[in-house]
């Protein structure tokens, strides 16, 4: 069970329209420095920042107009796609890493142009460890039994030993777009690895936010060698540990572009999410 910190319970989405009718609160990450027997306090917020909307891939939108910097300004971990959906984005400890259709790794330049993020300043709440893990359900079922609530927004950092992992990536579109993501994610490139540790990134959103975010779990990894890395499709870990941050509030953030302005969301996501 999640212990309880000292935090709003107000959960915000803040957009050119409200989710939820409810005002953005920050609160102050109690962190501090000391100059010349002065304390310097660091404001950190505690917000679920997230960029652009689920639905729009289905409807090929694949360009967005933040750059990798401004997601480094919303937190220090977090997930997502860049432009042309060229590589899967992971962010961890406040890095940020392109993982390339092939599972390679390389690091973006802060003007790189990002199309979704989802992104947060990580701060554990509860933490766990866990054996071998046989597969993706099983170490859902740990973390369940762990939540508070499904009616809240939870970020994860998982690191452990992998016996072997499966992450898959999507291939760089060019214009015209011909497909959108319910096509692009069944024929997706996927690659594999055996026996070496990382980190796997993952945000859990409720039912409720429809076609917005991907709900339930979205997981993302990153080898600590950082030359591998994905969206985890299946793993086997010998060994993991699960830290935990319960998130309260939301905030939705859309892109500005005239092809986002102008398209209709006719499509409907079909494909089952993983």
Known sequence: MISKKIKPVTIGVIALFSLLGCKQEVKP?????????????VE??????????????VNKIFEGDI???EVKANGDIGLGSYNLLDGELIMLDGKLYQAKEDGSVITPTDDTKVV???????????????????????????????????????AFKIHGEFTKIKCGGLHK???PFK???????PNRPIFERENFSGTMVSFFCPEFIGDIN??????????????????VMEFEAKSLRVEIDQIHEYKFVLPQTKEYKNVGFDKAFQYKKQ
């Open 29 to 41: 990450e109690i962190e501090s420095k000391e100059t010349n027997k002065q304390t310097e306090v």
């Open 44 to 57: 950190k917020s505690d917000i679920f920042y997230h960029y652009s909307i689920w639905h729009a891939f």
């Open 67 to 69: 750059t990798a910097a």
């Open 116 to 154: 979704y993020a989802n992104a947060t300043f990580f701060d554990t709440d509860d933490s766990f460890e866990l054996g071998e893990i046989a597969d993706y359900e099983t170490l859902r079922k740990h973390i369940n039994e762990k939540l508070e609530t499904k009616n809240m927004f939870y």
């Open 173 to 175: 579109q060019e214009k």
């Open 179 to 185: 497909d959108g993501l319910d096509v692009l994610i």
């Open 214 to 231: 991907a709900s339930g779990y979205h997981l993302h990894f990153v080898s600590d060698d950082e030359t591998f890395a994905g969206h």
